[in-house]
Nanobody, 121 residues
Framework: QVQLVESGGGLVQAGESLRLSCVYS????????MGWYRQAPGKQRELVAT???????NYGDSVLGRFFISKDNVKKTVNLQMHSLKAEDTAVYYC???????????????WGQGTQVTVSE
């Protein structure tokens, strides 16, 4: 079973910072990677940042150098620290988990319900 619950969204002004958190509960699967995606109105969902089980991170070009992802295996959270926010960062941010059932090779994707981030100019 996989459960992902996001928090931390809100309304901020351009240039400010915000921290998103995703509390996860994963049982019966091996976690390959976790991360954050976002979807703005009228646009496709896009990669923000991911982190593998080994700790390697990957970022979307538009957030590179401004956003930072971290994972706390004890608290079971995946966090996204966002700095220098811009109006174009406005979107619903989704927590994502890529998992594999024990002994299987096929990957499964799970999503949280999303949290709204709005950046005003």
């Amino acid at each position: 079973q996989v459960q992902l619950v996001e928090s931390g969204g809100g309304l901020v002004q351009a240039g400010e910072s915000l921290r998103l958190s995703c509390v996860y509960s994963i049982s019966g699967f091996t976690t390959e990677a976790m991360g954050w995606y976002r979807q703005a109105p009228g646009k496709q969902r896009e990669l923000v940042a991911t982190i593998t089980s080994g700790g390697s991170s990957n970022y979307g070009d538009s957030v590179l150098g401004r956003f930072f992802i971290s994972k706390d295996n004890v608290k079971k959270t995946v966090n996204l620290q966002m700095h220098s926010l811009k109006a174009e960062d406005t979107a619903v941010y989704y927590c994502h988990a890529e998992v594999r059932r024990f002994g299987r090779t096929n990957l499964r994707d799970y999503w949280g319900q999303g949290t709204q981030v709005t950046v005003s100019e």
